[in-house]
């Protein structure tokens, strides 16, 4: 069962920058999920439905919804086992729990507040 662990979130302020982290544990099916899958950041706002935010499939290639174009960055990490979303210019809209998502699996969430 493919486990993840979301990390790096906090409190800044308006246009301010945060990185998340998303990495699974030493475990030989995480681990190959990490590595070569379609890996998603979801965001959820108090009182809004789970939003896809950004998305790296296994060959690399990216997408972003529209809100985030240009402010968000996915990458993966050269071993494959962190997924990273860089996130600049930050506004009070972009106030959520982040997750980390791969199909049935979630992580526990990191919560993001971008305060003015």
């Known amino acids: 069962q493919v486990e993840l662990v979301e990390s790096g979130g906090g409190l800044v302020h308006i246009g301010g920058s945060l990185t998340l982290s998303c990495t699974s544990p030493?475990?030989?099916?995480?681990?190959?999920?990490?590595?070569?899958?379609?890996i998603n950041w979801y965001r959820q706002a108090p009182g809004k439905q789970r939003e896809l935010v950004a998305t790296?499939?296994?060959?690399?290639?990216?997408n972003y919804t529209d809100s985030v174009k240009g402010r968000f960055t996915i990458s993966r990490d050269s071993a494959g086992r962190t997924i990273y979303l860089e996130m600049t210019d930050l506004k009070p809209d972009d106030t959520a729990v982040y997750y980390c998502?791969?199909?049935?699996?979630w992580g526990q969430g990191t919560q993001v507040t971008v305060s003015s």
């Open positions: 998502n791969k199909g049935k699996a």
């Open positions: 030493p475990k030989i099916v995480s681990l190959v999920a990490m590595a070569i899958g379609t």
């Open positions: 790296i499939t296994g060959r690399g290639d990216t």
